[in-house]
Structure formats: C-alpha cells, structure tokens
C-alpha cells in the first residue's frame, strides 16, 4: 500500500498528516506504528487523519493515532495542522472549518498572521467524566477547583483532573526543567485511578499571564508541546485562582496563547508544513519511506 503524506509540526509536536478523502486510508495498528517510527518509518508524535464530513454539521473528520497506534478522543496542536492541511491540499478555501473528532466538534480558524486559533470546546471537570475514579479519596480545594490526591511510589501528588476530549492529570511544580516527567510522568499516565490512561502535565507558574509546561502524552511520551495539555493545564491553573483568563504557555517546542473565560477554551500557535512524500506499507507494518520536497 502507498500513501501521501505530509509532515508537519506544531509548536515542536510533529504529525504525520493522510488525506483520506482522495485516496483510501484503511491501516492496522501496527502500519500506524510503522509511521510513527522515527528510524524506520516517517517518524512523529501523532497520526492525523483527514475524512469526508460524516454530517451536515461538520465539514471534514479529524482522526488521531498516538505512536503507539491507538486512535485517541483529541490532539490540539494536531487541529491546527488539520486546518492548514485542509486549505493547503485544496480541500477547502474556509478560514475555518468544523471538525468532528472522538472527543466532540472543534473548529480551528486561520488567522492573518499565519497562526490559528482552536476553539477547543468546554472543558468536562466531573471526575467520572474525566473518566478518573475518586472512590474513597478525599478532594482538597483549592479556589474554584477540587484537588485529588494520587498514590505514586515517591509519594502523593495533588492534582487537578480535566478532560479536553481527551484525560488530563494536571500537577503545579516549581521548575518545569528539574520535574521528574520521565520518570513519574509514566506511573501517572497508566495509574488505576484512570481507566482509560491520561496525559501527565508539570505546570510551572510564572506569573499570573504566563506558565511552563511539560506534558508526558498517553501512548507517545514527552512531546515538545501539547496544545489539550496546554488548555487542561490553563483551565486548572484559572480555577485554582493561580492564573488570569489570557495566558502565555511556554512548552519545549514553542508559545502558545490560551484564553478561557468559563466556557469554550480558545488556544492560538503555530502550525507548519515541513515536507511532503510517499510511503510504502506492508501488511506488517514495514515501511520503506521517499521524501518528496521540502516547504
């Protein structure tokens, strides 16, 4: 099987990008696992999948596979590639379009100045929701928010649980750069409290309109940035009374400005075209890779 791709990356998190509305895209987990590899496929954090609106309501589907080849409910910075693919591919010529993910409807809008905005939805703050699982755990508050305490070998961590489309188990650290994300970032991300894994995040507090973040993703590890992380991570830090309505996320890989004033969350960043090429698949995953320029 040969399929187009195009690579692209935002604020740093990378995609391997497939247009399933002019060729058909149909691949097992281990074909999307082949993809991700960074040595011997294209190499990325996420696969975005591109499908034809599947209602009257929405313009395309937006799917995504983590590196480890399970489709997941939401991608952030992925949205604002699938905007910028969507119109670079001649699929569309909207400034923004309307998608439907696992995780609900969001709609990202180009803007003048080459960056794009998300509307992410409304933040799901009910533990069950989440899904997390408080049984017999004791919330602490903290403002507006409930903090809960999770059982780690080094010790409880208090965390705040949101869900973007997608889990979130949010911490507030004092330096992002020392925080043990590659060590503790793992137990979070598969403990029992979650049934359905989560996305760790190491919030640092800078200033009341600025924060550090470091997120450990579900099926894929560290990234440079997670825009679902970043908007988990500003929600928590707003309702803890840590954090105004517009702030700046630094990440690993680059800016990104999130506003949330109750409702909707609005995430703006980059997203960017790297390269475009041709991939051979085998029904074992094997992948044999051709570049095909440059951007």
Known sequence: MRLKFTKMQGAGNDFVVLDGVRQRVALAPEQWRALADRHFGVGADQMLLVEPADGPDVDFVYRIFNADGAEV????????????????????????????????????????????????????LEPARVPFDAA?????????????????????????VVSMGNPHAVQVVDDVDT???????????????????????????????????????????????????????????IRRGLLDARVDVETRGGVLTLEWHGASVMMTGPAVSVFTGEIELDGSGAADAAPSGAR
């Open 73 to 124: 409910e939401q991608c952030g910075n992925g949205a604002r590639c699938f905007v910028r693919f969507v119109r670079d591919q001649g699929l569309t010529d909207k400034p923004s379009v309307r998608v439907r993910t696992m995780g609900g409807v969001i709609e990202p809008r180009m803007q003048a100045d080459g960056r794009v905005t998300v509307d992410m939805g409304v933040p799901v």
């Open 136 to 160: 017999g755990l004791a919330g602490r508050p903290e403002g507006e928010d409930l903090l809960w305490p999770l059982a780690l070998p080094g010790g409880e961590r208090w965390i705040s």
């Open 179 to 237: 925080a043990p994300v590659g060590t503790e970032g793992p137990l979070v991300e598969s403990h029992a409290r979650f049934p359905r894994r989560v996305n760790a995040g190491f919030m640092q507090v800078v200033s009341r309109s600025r924060v550090r973040l470091r997120v450990f993703e579900r099926g894929v590890g560290e990234t440079l940035a997670c825009g679902s992380g970043a908007c988990a991570a500003v929600v928590a830090g």
